[in-house]
């Protein structure tokens, strides 16, 4: 089972600063099948990267991933305020499907 | 735009068995289009991944939960099905419905309590 860990587990941020998400595997994510998701309380988490680092339809442009291999990266550019939520990285490449504990992006 | 709606108990007694429904609109659950996934997210913890079905009958689940897990299809109704087996208080979560490329349902809760 790959293992997914997610740094730093909390950024405190303000409005209008850069975000940067960090998402580790334990081994090589195949076909970079690496997907990021946001999730605010009580909702469904919302598809924003897939495959590494195509924006999934409706996702604004200040969302933007990178990565291969066993490392990843979630960038906000700039933070707006329906961005503070909690992000989790999913790998797809390999059963079992895996998360990562997930980054939680909070007003400073 | 497909979109997918979870329904079931909200309420199972410990030793029975979690049903829930995924109903789809805006595709047919035998198209082979996509991938139909089940997950899970236990009170403030993160996501799990229960399984998925394709084709209408290739599975693939979770090795954490094969030996409880079944998913299945119902094409005269266009629903996915979950059934889980013999839950304990471990398997309280929201349960959520997923059409691949990122169709998530609003999810359903599921306290395991007698």
């Known amino acids: 089972e790959i293992v997914l860990t997610q740094s730093p587990g909390t950024l405190s941020l303000s409005p209008g600063e850069r975000a940067t998400l960090s998402c580790r595997a334990s081994q090589s994510v195949r076909s970079s099948y690496l997907a990021w998701y946001q999730q605010k309380p009580g909702q469904a988490p919302r598809l924003l990267i897939y495959a590494a680092s195509s924006r999934a339809t409706g996702i604004p442009d200040r969302f933007s991933g990178s990565g291969s291999g066993t490392d990843f990266t979630l960038t906000i550019s700039r933070l707006e305020p329906e961005d503070f939520a909690v992000y989790y990285c999913?790998?797809?490449?390999?059963?079992?499907?895996?998360f990562g504990q997930g980054t939680k992006v909070e007003i400073k | 735009q497909v979109q997918v709606q979870e329904s079931g108990p909200g309420l199972v007694k410990p030793s029975e068995t979690l049903s829930l429904t995924c109903t789809v609109s805006?595709?047919?659950?035998?198209?082979?289009?996509?991938?139909w996934s089940w997950y899970r997210q236990p009170p403030g913890k993160g996501l799990e991944w229960i399984g998925y079905?394709?084709?209408?009958?290739?599975?693939n689940y979770n090795p954490s939960l094969t030996s409880r897990v079944t998913i299945s299809v119902d094409t005269s109704k266009n629903q996915i099905s979950l059934k889980v087996n013999s839950v304990t208080a471990a398997d309280t979560a929201v349960y959520y419905c997923e059409a691949s490329g990122g169709h998530w349902g609003q999810g359903t809760l599921v306290i395991v309590s007698s």
């Open positions: 999913q790998q797809y490449g390999s059963s079992p499907w895996t």
């Open positions: 079905i394709y084709n209408t009958w290739s599975t």
């Open positions: 805006g595709a047919s659950v035998s198209s082979g289009s996509y991938y």
